[in-house]
């Protein structure tokens, strides 16, 4: 093994022993169903150890998946993340592994580790994982805006104040037809006794 063997293996091992120290700490993050969130992750320091030509290979797992995975313009998103989920490759460059998650659903929360996919020599057909972030996401449900509440409460008013309006016309109206019923009635009661008083009787 020569010495550039011996120093590759020595990077490996300080990225491991940083890997194990990071997975002591957990960061966690607050998310609303249909928002998009992020999921910070940074791996400036520890893609430097690759070379220089090849673009950070990048994965994300929760407990039971994969969930992204880059490398370049390949990449993967695991089924119910399709078009949710990505690290965009221009951020991956510049040592920026956070993943965005867009249209956050329910079934998202829960834990999520990042991890550097990496080549340990030539000679290893293996990838080497270093994991880099760990994150708790916690979804919780869409508050209800107050406006849809005080639409209710006033469409209810509007109803109140309808069925009342209502009610006072057709009293009105039956106040009116039973005024000029009374009316008629006096004038034909009235007619008919002036008739009666101003007609002459009749001779035999």
């Known amino acids: 093994m020569n010495m550039k063997s011996y120093l590759w293996v020595f990077i490996l091992s300080l990225i491991t022993c940083t890997g194990f120290v990071s997975a002591q700490s ?12 992020l999921l910070p992750c940074d791996c ?21 998946e994969t969930v992204f995975e880059r490398q370049g313009e390949k990449l993967y998103q695991a089924e119910g993340y399709e078009g949710r989920v990505d690290v965009p490759e ?22 999520y580790e990042s991890f550097l996919v990496v080549k ?8 080497k994982h270093v994991f880099l972030h760990r994150v708790e996401l916690s979804v919780d449900a869409p508050e209800t805006p107050n406006n849809e509440s005080s639409d209710s409460g006033s469409k209810s ?12 016309i057709v009293a009105v109206v039956l106040v009116l037809l ?9 004038r034909t009661y009235f007619a008919n006794e002036a008739q009666g008083r101003y007609s002459s009787p009749q001779s035999d």
Not at 45 to 58: F, G, I, R, T, Y
Not at 157 to 168: M, Q, W, Y
Not at 178 to 186: H, N, R, V
């Open 26 to 37: 957990q960061i966690k993050i607050s998310a609303t169903v249909g928002s998009l969130t």
């Open 44 to 64: 400036r320091n520890l893609s430097k150890a690759q070379s220089s030509s090849e673009s950070p290979h990048v994965q994300w797992r929760t407990n039971s």
């Open 90 to 111: 221009d951020q991956l460059l510049k040592g920026n592994c956070s993943l965005v998650l867009k249209d956050v659903r329910a079934e998202d929360a829960g834990v």
């Open 120 to 127: 340990r020599s030539k000679r290893d057909l293996a990838p």
């Open 157 to 168: 008013r509007s109803h109140t104040g309808v069925i009342i309006a209502v009610f006072v």
């Open 178 to 186: 039973s005024l000029g019923l009374w009316k008629f009635k006096a």
